[in-house]
């Protein structure tokens, strides 16, 4: 049963720590996107990818945050510095986008990450 | 730009047959999407409509008209385990952007006994 995998689950820091999360999408798929998700502000797309290449990244404050896949089975979402407003479930999702084809996303767990 | 409404919150009781809407202006359109996300969760796709029409699932449906740039989910013989938020997204079709999906705020549904 192929899933998106994400570590880490839970990560409590301090403000001005650097925050990494990591992201294994399911074997095969071609797009890869980075959700925050807030009581206040919903489920916002921070960063997406196709085929490794970033497509967009207009969500994401491009002065703290930075979304990389070094390679096709990981993707990684880095704050630095974090501050309290940081704090939400940040979501992986992969798909597979083919021409005229379902649109389809499979979500990670998330990561749980507060920032005191 | 997109974007999608939908109400805040729904409530019925188990057994019953409860329906979401979701109305939506986009600069284009491809498809709507359906998710579930259970509180804790992650979101969980339910359905996807490109073409007008009912989409059937078991005992969930989605329909879309693109002329009302309108859909909806049809949740039937609601469970407990329905209770939960469902969103509805689009997909954008344009350029680089195709295949970003934007996601509406969620609806609530509280499914009694």
């Known amino acids: 049963d192929a899933r998106v995998t994400q570590t880490p689950r839970h990560k409590v820091t301090e403000m001005g720590q650097e925050v990494t999360m990591r992201c294994q999408p399911i074997l095969g798929h071609n797009t890869v996107f980075w959700y925050r998700q807030t009581m206040m502000q919903g489920l916002e797309l921070l960063a997406y990818f196709r085929n490794r290449a970033p497509l967009d990244d207009s969500g994401m404050p491009k002065d703290r945050f930075s979304a990389e896949m070094p390679d096709a089975t990981l993707a990684t979402l880095k704050i630095q510095p974090s501050e309290p407003r940081d704090s939400a479930v940040y979501f992986c999702?992969?798909?597979?986008?083919?021409?005229?084809?379902?649109?389809?996303?499979?979500f990670g767990p998330g990561t749980r990450l507060t920032v005191l | 730009g997109q974007s999608l409404e939908q109400p805040s919150e729904v409530t019925a009781v188990e057994g019953a047959i409860v329906q979401i809407n979701c109305t939506y202006q986009?600069?284009?359109?491809?498809?709507l999407s359906w998710y579930q996300q259970h509180d804790g969760g992650a979101p969980t796709f339910l359905s996807y409509n490109a073409l007008d029409g009912l989409e059937e699932t078991g005992r969930f449906s989605s329909f879309l008209s693109r002329s009302d740039s309108y859909g909806y989910l049809l949740l039937q013989e609601l469970q407990m385990k329905d209770s939960a938020s469902y969103f509805c997204?689009?997909?954008?079709?344009?350029?680089?952007?195709?295949?970003?999906?934007?996601f509406g705020d969620g609806t609530t549904l509280t499914v009694k006994p």
């Open positions: 999702a992969s798909g597979l986008r083919l021409a005229g084809g379902t649109d389809t996303q499979y």
């Open positions: 997204a689009v997909r954008d079709p344009t350029g680089t952007n195709a295949g970003k999906s934007t």
């Open positions: 986009t600069s284009g359109f491809y498809g």
